[in-house]
């Protein structure tokens, strides 16, 4: 329940988890996500989305896990997404 701003160049930890032979952090659509995946007391970061794909660039992220609305994010479809090449690849699909 408490908050806190980092502090500049403050080092923490990221967690991550094996998946499909890749690691991924897990990041998580709200604190009910939080709460039902992580079951020991826990710190967690709070940030928008492109902020947290920015302070982990090349990362896999997997949203939501062991949710029934999970959905892995591997670094190259960030990479479509923050780069908004994503709408060129599903123009060419239509």
């Known amino acids: 329940g408490r908050r806190r701003s980092l502090k500049y160049q403050e080092k923490i930890n990221i967690a991550t988890v094996e998946f499909q032979g890749m690691r991924w952090h897990p990041a998580f659509t709200s604190k009910a996500r939080i ?4 079951k020991e007391p826990e710190t967690c970061l709070g ?14 992220f997997w949203l939501n896990p062991l949710s029934e609305c999970q959905k892995p994010l591997p670094a190259s479809e960030i990479a479509l997404l923050t780069s ?11």
């Open 47 to 60: 940030a928008v989305a492109r902020n947290l794909f920015d302070m982990l660039p090349h990362s896999n």
């Open 84 to 94: 908004g090449k994503i709408f060129e690849v599903l123009g060419k699909a239509k």
């Open 35 to 38: 709460s039902d995946y992580v």
